[in-house]
């Protein structure tokens, strides 16, 4: 399958994008360089017109980008998460449509339930509540977005949700070392998101529109990934055991 990897010169992006080149043709996206792929796109999100190039031939989304600053001198025409995040959203789903294309994976945040985190236990069925916040209002209003399309169009989209998250592997030029990072409960590792995203895009789902919980395996299970376990088959690898021995 031919998937294009949005935002894979991040953080999250960059190993989403290498993993999943492991079973699929993956074309990258971003407004800097990317990392250890044969087809990369250097583009503005904002453009409307090298965003429809860059879906020519894919079969498949996965979106991480989501709007950011000035970055190492590149710099985005629209970065609000009001703006950019939801009318980048808008155009990709709706050249997704126009396409044919299929599958759609969309990046979100356990901390649009925010509010809600004083009952210890939520499933994906917990109702958001953004507040007034760019950051989670923008991934809440984009949730919903991707509810409309699944509802109007044979497009079934799967949205990730998670919090914190850390990495195992040596640290790259993220700086990201496993020290520098808290382990709380909303975290899971760059790998087991990748995973995660493979199973989202070629698993069948019960519905066109699905929400996921994708977290490291941990005592009390605060947030749980039981959906993703049945529906997915997703097995983190590197659980709350493997976290703790280091």
């Not at 709380?184 to 995973?195: G, L, Y």
Request: net charge negative.
């Amino acid at each position: 399958m031919n998937v294009l990897v949005t935002g894979a010169g991040g953080y999250i992006g960059r190993i989403v994008a290498r993993d999943l080149s492991a079973h699929h043709q993956v074309r990258g996206v971003d407004m800097r360089p990317m990392q250890g792929l044969d087809d990369t796109r250097i583009i503005d999100l904002n453009d409307c017109d090298a965003v429809d190039t860059a879906l020519d031939g894919i079969d498949a989304v996965a979106h991480l980008a989501w709007p950011m600053g000035v970055y190492e001198g590149y710099a985005p025409a629209e970065h609000s998460d009001l703006g950019a995040g939801i009318h980048v959203l808008y155009h990709l789903l709706k050249m997704s449509v126009e396409r044919g294309i299929k599958r759609f994976a969309f990046q979100s945040t356990i901390n649009i339930t925010g509010p809600s985190w004083d009952n210890w236990r939520l499933t994906e069925d917990e109702l958001a509540r953004p507040g007034p916040g760019g950051y989670t209002l923008g991934k809440t209003l984009a949730e919903e977005l991707c509810r409309s399309f699944a509802r109007e169009h044979d497009l079934t989209i799967a949205v990730i949700r998670f919090g914190d998250v850390f990495t195992l592997e040596e640290p790259g030029f993220e700086s990201a070392a496993p020290d520098r990072h808290p382990i709380p409960s909303t975290c899971v590792e760059r790998r087991d998101i990748a995973a995660a995203y493979h199973l989202a895009l070629t698993r069948p789902l019960p519905s066109r529109f699905e929400v996921f919980h994708i977290f490291h395996t941990r005592p009390g299970d605060r947030f749980p990934t039981a959906k993703a376990r049945t529906l997915l088959g997703f097995e983190p690898k590197y659980n709350e055991e493997t976290l703790w021995k280091r």
